[in-house]
Nanobody
Framework: QVQLVESGGGLVQAGGSLRLSCTAS????????ITWHRQGPRNERLFVPR???????NYSDSVKGRFSISNDDRENAVYLQMNSLRPEGTAVYCC??????????WGQGTQVSVSS
């Protein structure tokens, strides 16, 4: 069982920045792929970026060049640096941990609100 805790959300003006954290109860690097999602208006979960268990990073087209995902193996954490935020980025941001065996775990999410 993997537990995930997100933090770092808040209210920011358009063009501003936030740094989200996803902290796991187990070691991440080499074991888990961490994906950030944001919850859309119909509660669908939209892919943002991910970092695989061996360090490969992928980004959705909508955030390339503005968001950056990184990990800290000592802290069992993955960070999402979000720059040049837009009002349409307002959402609950959740992280998901995927095991190579197929297991999948979700955090509770953190609210990001971007004012225009």
């Amino acid at each position: 069982q993997v537990q995930l805790v997100e933090s770092g959300g808040g209210l920011v003006q358009a063009g501003g920045s936030l740094r989200l954290s996803c902290t796991a109860s187990v070691r991440i690097f080499g074991i888990l792929t961490i994906t950030w999602h944001r919850q859309g208006p119909r509660n669908e979960r939209l892919f943002v970026p991910r970092i695989t268990y061996h360090g490969i990073r992928n980004y959705s087209d909508s955030v390339k060049g503005r968001f950056s995902i990184s990990n800290d193996d000592r802290e069992n954490a993955v960070y999402l640096q979000m720059n040049s935020l837009r009002p349409e980025g307002t959402a609950v941001y959740c992280c998901r941990a995927s095991e190579r065996s197929g297991g999948s775990y979700w955090g509770q999410g953190t609210q990001v609100s971007v004012s225009s």
